[in-house]
């Protein structure tokens, strides 16, 4: 990491990637596409029967490229700047008499809406027309819809259609009607004219009366001359509100930038009306059609990777993603009862019923350690927003409780051991199949049973004794000879892993392990871990040196997700060459949690939320602001030598007094909004106040 002078939010370029694939995206809540591709996707409408289900294909009227006429003559500059601020992709040609440029982005507050607008500015002083190109290869055909033309509305031309074929039998097919602003050949700024701009709109909804009442709103706002700075605003609040940044290496700085404007670009948007969360899938809206990036599923991608960062920043968007795993809890116990146990199976890759609609069996059947994400989830957003309303009324609780059954079908009794083994299972190391007792996915259960029951307790339901009984017992390999633990009973030192696997116990998944055998775990994998392997896999690593408080390390390992980020524009890939889902949020997620939950050492606990900051090598700051902790919004920020906090607002007068315990001498400072509170650099929690907090403070401003 080198530094540079670049804006660290603003990412331009003078050409364009040869691979499409690495183009920015243009995505909200409901509508995504890359910048000049032929196709737009919409949240929730997938085509093909179960095992083939995948996002539907619509074509895209926003795939218009920006060009001169061939006798124009102007000695031209070209950019392309994709400008996180404002969450907008802009081409600008320039050259000695004129400027043009086009804009487009997906409205930020009118998630049906996407736009592009085209600008010409007279630079040279002169009278004559000048004269752009308009390229579109727009087609209204569709693979995966059927798609008829009908009448024009308000000067929009209409196309509606259903999908050809539902991901279940009994399933429908799912219309989509969309209405876009016809794009002419060619735009031409006038001999009297200085400058102009065109607006050009794209509207999709699921009714013909949807699409027609968004493209109204969306002209009344053209029509008012505030289609994009309502946008723009939107973005900036929402960047006012929450953000991390360091004071370190410029590309470290834009690699934070690019992965959080990415994952905030796919937020669910919970307050709009009649919206509903079809979750995050590896590559997002813009990707995800037939063949491509996972082909549009959820997996467990959404809740150990992307969920946390939500979480910290927009907990109301975090728990739209558990209510879609509430959503599809039904086709979770359908999962578990065709494979002959009780509770619910979260399908490994899941759409629009949770059925499983993996390719593949073997991950299906297999990989059930996403049950364990899943609950962990939704364990983090218990402790982090004491929301008992989701699981006493909304369905949590029936997700928590199938999911303990269904370890508990699970399992078997090893009379030899004495303890609960899981057999025939594939960790996150996909290169072994069929193994016993992973010890992540074994952790997870013991994790899942312990915090059922927990649950069970504070919302006064009944403790099956089973569930404790097997959290106890279950077995968790460890090799006390070299004090590791194996990923699987029969697992060799130097047998080759696909990615992160047993380093995820400490962090993600919370595991005490003493700071000697984190060590040894984080070095035999390290050494192991395929180069091949998926994005967030070093970021792991990271955040284990990190707590083991080895900066230089960290920053190493760190360093390896670099190869992951594809110039110019950010996007980040699978695979550190290139193959795999693009625009991988997974990769992003797990990049972002090394800083968000690395650099500050945050664990969520169900006592409060610890802390033990430390800066990477060659970073001497650290600023997060915008954390949602039991409703305060707070801003953490420190550097070599001391630590900031400060509650910025709160939610209500519900919301509790926090203080700050510091460790190891249990200080205790209470956190008034409005106040900084300042101390040395140490460990410590951010807790619920309690009586006769600590009225000393270091510094309170």
């Not at 992540?440 to 069970?456: E, P």
Request: glycine share 8%; charged share 20%; net charge negative.
């Amino acid at each position: 990491m080198e530094d540079a002078t670049e804006d660290p939010t603003v990412f331009t370029a003078h050409s364009l990637p040869s691979d499409p694939r690495l183009l920015a995206t243009m995505t909200n809540t409901y509508l995504g596409t890359r910048v000049y591709h032929d196709t737009l996707h919409v949240s929730g409408v997938y085509n093909g029967a179960c095992r083939d289900t995948h996002r539907a294909i619509l074509p895209s009227p926003l795939n218009v490229q920006l060009e001169v006429p061939a006798e124009t003559g102007d000695q031209l500059t070209k950019t392309f700047v994709l400008d996180t601020n404002t969450g907008s992709f802009l081409h600008t040609l320039e050259g000695p008499s004129f400027r043009a440029s086009q804009r487009i982005y997906a409205h930020r507050t009118l998630p049906h809406v996407m736009a592009f607008s085209v600008s010409i500015t007279r630079v040279a002083v002169g009278n004559w027309p000048i004269t752009v190109l308009l390229q579109s290869a727009f087609s209204p055909e569709s693979p995966d819809l059927d798609l008829h033309l009908g009448p024009d509305f308000q000067g929009a031309r209409y196309l509606y259609g259903h999908t050809l074929t539902p991901e279940q039998p009994e399933g429908s097919q799912q219309e989509v009607h969309m209405l876009w602003t016809p794009v002419p050949p060619a735009l031409t700024l006038g001999e009297s004219e200085e400058d102009q701009t065109w607006e050009f709109l794209t509207v999709v909804g699921g009714s013909q009366a949807e699409a027609r009442a968004c493209l109204t709103e969306a002209l009344q706002l053209q029509a008012e001359g505030t289609l994009y700075t309502a946008h723009a605003q939107a973005w900036a609040q929402l960047w006012a509100g929450c953000g991390l940044d360091v004071v370190g290496p410029q590309p470290l700085r834009q690699a934070l930038r690019g992965a959080l404007y990415y994952l905030l670009s796919a937020l669910p948007q919970p307050g709009v009306p009649g919206y509903t969360c079809h979750g995050l899938s590896p590559g997002g809206l813009s990707n995800g059609s037939r063949e491509e990036c996972y082909w549009g599923h959820v997996f467990w991608d959404q809740d150990l990777w992307m969920f946390p960062n939500i979480l910290m920043f927009h907990p109301e968007a975090a728990r739209a993603l558990l209510e879609y795993r509430v959503r599809t809890l039904g086709g979770a116990k359908d999962n578990a009862r065709k494979l002959g146990y009780q509770g619910a199976k979260f399908a490994w890759e899941s759409a629009g019923s949770g059925l499983e609609v993996c390719p593949e069996d073997v991950y299906g059947t297999q990989e059930i350690h996403i049950n364990g994400a899943v609950v962990l989830a939704f364990q983090l957003y218990y402790h982090t927003t004491q929301d008992l309303q989701l699981f006493q009324e909304a369905g949590g609780w029936d997700v928590v409780r199938d999911v303990a059954e269904f370890w508990c079908s699970r399992v078997e009794w090893s009379p030899e051991e004495e303890k609960y083994h899981l057999k025939g299972v594939m960790p996150p190391d996909e290169y072994h199949s069929g193994v016993n007792n992973s010890v992540y996915t074994n952790v997870l259960v013991q994790n899942s049973l312990r915090f059922a029951a927990a649950l069970a307790r504070d919302l006064g339901q009944p403790v099956p004794s089973e569930w404790l009984a097997v959290a106890d017992k279950i077995k968790v390999p460890f090799d006390p000879r070299r004090n590791f633990h194996p990923e699987f009973d029969g697992y060799q030192p130097g047998e080759e892993v696909k990615q992160a696997d047993v380093v995820l116990l400490g962090y993600p998944i919370p595991f005490h392990l003493s700071p000697h055998i984190r060590r040894k775990n984080l070095e035999i994998y390290e050494a192991v871990t395929s180069p091949k392997g998926p994005a967030m896999t070093w970021s792991m690593f990271a955040v284990g040196w990190m707590e083991l408080k080895d900066p230089q390390r960290a920053r190493d390992l760190l360093e390896r997700s670099f190869a992951n980020i594809a110039e110019p524009f950010k996007v980040w890939t699978e695979n550190a060459d290139g193959s795999g889902a693009v625009n991988f949020l997974t990769g992003m997620g797990g990049f972002l949690q090394a800083a968000l939950f690395g650099f500050t050492g945050f664990r969520i606990t169900r006592a409060g939320m610890t802390f033990d900051p430390m800066c990477l090598a060659g970073v001497s700051g650290v600023c997060i602001y915008g954390i949602c902790y039991q409703g305060s919004k707070l801003d953490f920020s420190f550097s070599e030598g001391s630590v900031t906090i400060e509650v910025k607002a709160q939610a209500g007068p519900w919301a509790p007094l926090l203080e700050a315990e510091l460790w190891p001498t249990h200080t205790r400072l209470p956190l008034f909004p409005g106040h900084k509170v300042s101390f040395p650099l140490s460990a410590g929690r951010i807790q619920r106040s309690l009586p006769e907090a600590a009225s000393s403070a270091p510094r309170v401003s």
